[in-house]
């Protein structure tokens, strides 16, 4: 009997700092089942870390080069942070949650965070370097701007226009990938010159505009079916209280906002294609797929976006890997048939 082809899917993989660790965590599992073929990837932020791991991977590697490929970046990104708090944390043994809220009401968190909101990254002068220079320098290879391996998207926010910058082929460069991944109040905007045009634009973060960004994958040399890996949470029920609970909360909603209002074009769309309004071959029915966790995501916060713990990190990489597994043994079927997620009950 002949074996059955893998079901080529997209992938969709937000931003969220260190929390990426879970995207980490749900690739590693994706990778490892042959059903699954990767088709096109769109990233922004720590989702453009982890989709150029893949690509890059798979091309050097294969599936097991592209989970060597994630391993390796993210134990760089664990060593970014403070050795002297990890190795501390660690022998506490303390779980996530209390390694959160440690780290957000411990004085240097909230000095730092005091001190980012009264002084600019342009003041640090030649003193300046973005701690992801050097991983994302390493992480770069000529395959992220070729068409081998899956279509890749990268998202950035244009700085002077406030709109989405989706970087793809020779566009995607070191600069492009530290631009995707540029918090302003953290890093100073990275320029990146267009190779077509020759003109340099400075972006921030592409969680503020495209978080990641969709419509790329719509493309109809793609598959139909996109796997949004979502690592800030919809839906919290504690109203937050304390400072550092609003600013969490402001960042989630933020860095959501772009992503639901694509997924509502997404579910307008199809309400017209099903009443007939639109012709059937006028636009693409993309299906929905998501894997989350916000169970573990609300017991995290900023803080463990922002420093990057060991612990932290494997657990955030456990978590993924046992969501894509309940993924694949609840929702495989589902695959090029219908969604897995009700869109309207997410919206309503």
């Known amino acids: 009997m002949a074996k059955a082809k893998p079901k080529r899917i997209n992938l969709a993989l937000q931003g969220g700092g260190a929390h990426g660790a879970f995207t980490w965590g749900v690739l590693d599992t994706l990778l490892q089942d042959d059903r699954i073929e990767i088709a096109g ?14 690509k890059s991977g798979l091309a050097t590697g294969g599936r097991a080069g592209a989970r060597e490929k994630l391993d390796w970046l993210w134990h760089r990104v664990g060593a970014v942070g403070d050795p002297d708090l990890s190795r501390l944390i660690s022998m506490w043994s303390l779980p996530s949650a209390a390694i959160s809220h440690l780290i957000e009401t411990s004085a240097a968190f909230i000095t730092a965070d005091f001190l980012s909101r009264l002084n600019s990254p342009y003041a640090q002068g030649a003193f ?24 890749f998207w990268i998202c950035a926010t244009n700085v002077r226009t406030g709109k989405i910058k989706v970087f793809d082929h020779e566009e995607i ?14 890093f100073q905007a990275v320029e990146v010159t267009d190779p ?23 493309s109809e ?30 960042n989630e909603i933020s860095f959501n906002s772009s992503l639901l209002r694509e997924l509502r074009a997404i579910a307008f769309v199809r309400r017209l294609l099903d009443q007939g309004t639109l012709q059937s071959n006028s636009m693409k029915r993309v299906l929905v797929h998501m894997i989350s966790d916000d169970v573990l995501m609300n017991t995290l916060s900023v ?18 890997q046992r969501a894509a597994a309940q993924f694949l043994e609840q ?18």
């Open 196 to 218: 077509r045009s020759g003109e340099t634009e400075a972006y921030w973060d592409g969680g503020y505009t495209g978080n990641p960004a969709l419509f790329p994958l719509f």
């Open 128 to 151: 300046y370097h973005n701690p992801l220079a050097p991983i994302v320098a390493e992480l770069f290879c000529p395959t992220l701007c070729t068409d081998q391996g899956p279509a």
């Open 303 to 320: 803080a463990t976006k922002l420093v990057p713990t060991p612990s932290v990190l494997a657990e955030l990489k456990a978590a993924g």
């Open 331 to 348: 929702d495989f079927d589902k695959l090029g048939k219908t969604d897995s997620v009700d869109l309207v009950e997410m919206f309503s």
């Open 173 to 186: 460069s070191v600069d492009s990938i530290l631009a995707s991944a540029c918090l302003p109040t953290l």
């Open 221 to 250: 040399t793609l598959p139909d079916d996109i796997l949004v890996v979502n690592i800030n949470p919809l839906y919290r029920a504690d109203i937050p209280i304390t400072p550092q609970q609003i600013q969490n909360r402001i």
């Open 41 to 54: 990837i769109s990233g922004t932020s720590a989702g453009a870390l982890n989709g150029a791991a893949v």
